[in-house]
């Protein structure tokens, strides 16, 4: 009587496991990260795809550039000068001033060089762009397929550590039993001690199933670029469904929209146009400038101006006055009127040599405009035009071999991968069958063991045969799971 009534406790108490399910348990007042938001954030903060998204302000600054230079450039300048009084020399010839000198200029320049590589620079450009955001296409999709395998992982080893400590509490209750066994004589206490032993052996599974998903979680959070909160708990909930696209219509879709292939593409697209700027040096090039400037200067010792100028009239006059006797001795008519009013100075003379000195720094004298053109067309560099051709052709070639071996290996990536899904669903539908027979036979031999037909060691056997059924349901589920992330990674874009 004592031992039905203390094995009806121990089923009471919930001997037989029941099915675990592939997902973590909710738990209270924990932080919930789905896996779209994972994703999310991953994109926002990951450190490796950041700097590639870095990439797209110098490519895009590449092709303003390039465009720019279908315009004038234009320049401009202004320079002031303090030359000290003495002696200057100047090609041999020494010049000398009395005074301290000031001088400043200005110049505005256009200039404008045109070949036929200006033309297809834009395009070059334009197309390395491309290929810039489809590598960061690439990385986001790739940071994708990364973060849906860090979460499914974690969750893999959430449910892994979930049946554990399932298992734990089933031994935890096989032990009761056999306790309850040995103490009415039914049981021996070589049964106690078998249990006592597995019991400790699967608290000590449970302890390392709860650090490898911790330690997964970390990984992800890692992954996703950000820090970990406390009890944070994965939510997403994912079903097990036979892929309703055909592998016809995946492979188009990988051939049409793979990120690494446009990325390959855009590098043959970007490899013909190097080739033509390469040619291109072979044709004339036009360079043409213009531009506007002014100068001034300034005397500091404007007294020096005005005895100069005084000094030229007075010499001026003298000689007005020795040609005007030398006319009077040849019996000419005189000109001495003419030279007292042609050569005086005054003050108002004076004052007009210093308006005319003060113009430092922003009184210009314009000079004359100009306009220069020219055309060159280089004859002979010693082979460097056709050494930049054929390298260029090399890499264009190259180009091309990529971009065919990137089709023949995602053609086949994408193959394996709808191939490993397809197995998967099967594998998952299996073990599925595999578990469900596991539990019965688990339940069958406790049943054995409650009324004494089964000894614990069978009972120890079932329960280790349902541990690894239910680990291998956990493991195609996920597998599963993992397949359908590999098959879109392998696309370059979400299937579901």
Known sequence: MRLTVLVALVLAAGLLPPAVDAQVPDTARSAVLTLEEAIALAQRNNPQHLQLVNDQRAANASVRAAYGSLLPSASISFSSEYRKEGSQPFQGLNFSTSSDVYQSSYWLGLQYDISPATFITPKLESARRDAVEADIAGSSHALRALVTQDYLTALKSEAQA????????????????ARARAAVGAGTQLDVTRAEVALGTQQVAALRARNTAEIDKLRLFERMGVAQPANVRLSSRFAVTAPSISMDEVLRIAREENPALRAY???????SLDVRRAQSQYLPSLSVSTGWGGYTQQYTNDRFLVEGARSRVLGDRAQCFTTDSIRQGAGLSPITSFCNSAFTFGPADEEAIRRENDRFPFDFTRQPFSVQARVSLPLFDGFTREQRVQVAQ?????ARFQVRQTELRLTADVSAAYYTLVTAVRASEVQEQNAAKAREELRLTEERYRVGAATFVELAESRSSFERAEQDRIAAIYDYHQAWAALENAVGRPLR
């Open 162 to 177: 979930t049946l554990q400590d399932t298992l734990t509490r089933t031994a935890e209750v096989q032990l009761e039993l």
């Open 265 to 271: 593409r855009s590098r043959e697209k970007v490899a």
């Open 394 to 398: 090399a890499s264009r070639d190259d």
